[in-house]
């Protein structure tokens, strides 16, 4: 697949494959210890160097201060993260140009990953075999016709069908998860009165029958 085309392609960047793939590759045998020690002490590196650049502020005299009309007196994070700053005017780190995309793109990513982790949770919910899409309150005809006919078996398959609305996913989504909470909450019920029944009362209640 190519990574345009793929769903949160801004967590599927190049200049992070090492961050994201290493961990797995060195669990599974294919990275040697070395390796992965010096991907760990890389980004760990740029964590430094981020906590300081945020804790650095340009004084409004400085020559960078005077290129990049910055006379507000902003830290070179904060510098860092406007797209007309060469990154290489802020710091000569290294690893600055891993660290400018983070910045530069940290709204972003952020909201990306709130999106994979609600589509990770509409994953694990759990659409019946046998529900009755016809029986479903407040669902449009169109969706109806084509859950049936496709009869996805999670919420976040179901959200990925082509023309059907988030209001559907919704309508689906609440209704399992308020059969899900009746059937945790008829096993909670359950479970309390069993432990509010004294050890042997049963034979005593078959005793008054």
């Excluded at 430094?48 to 005077?66: G, V």
């Excluded at 140009?97 to 694990?124: C, D, F, N, S, W």
């Excluded at 046998?130 to 078996?153: C, G, H, M, W």
Aim: proline share 3%; with cysteine; hydrophobic share 35%.
């Amino acid at each position: 697949m190519l990574t345009s085309r793929a769903e949160y392609r801004l967590l599927l960047r190049n200049d992070n494959a090492d961050q994201r793939l290493s961990h797995l590759g060195y669990e599974k045998g294919l990275l040697d210890q070395e390796t992965y020690n010096k991907v760990v002490a890389k980004y760990n590196s740029i964590q430094d160097e981020k906590n300081r650049l945020e804790n650095i502020y340009l004084s409004a005299n400085s020559e960078l201060a005077k290129k990049y009309d910055a006379f507000n007196g902003p830290s070179l994070l904060q510098l860092l993260s406007r797209p007309e700053v060469d990154y290489k005017d802020v710091s000569s780190f290294e690893f600055m140009y891993e660290l400018m995309i983070q910045v530069r793109l940290e709204g972003y990513i952020k909201k990306q990953e709130t999106e994979a982790k609600k589509m990770e949770r509409l994953e694990a919910l759990k659409i019946p075999k046998d529900i009755s899409y016809d029986d479903v309150a407040n669902l449009a005809t169109e969706a109806k016709q084509k859950f049936k006919k496709v009869r996805p078996e999670t919420i976040g398959q179901a959200s990925r069908i082509s023309g059907i609305n988030p209001a559907d996913v919704n309508v689906i989504e609440l209704k399992e998860v308020n059969h899900s909470n009746i059937e945790v909450q008829r096993q909670k019920e359950t479970e309390l009165i069993m432990q509010a029944i004294p050890k042997g009362s049963t034979v005593y209640l078959c005793s008054l029958q």
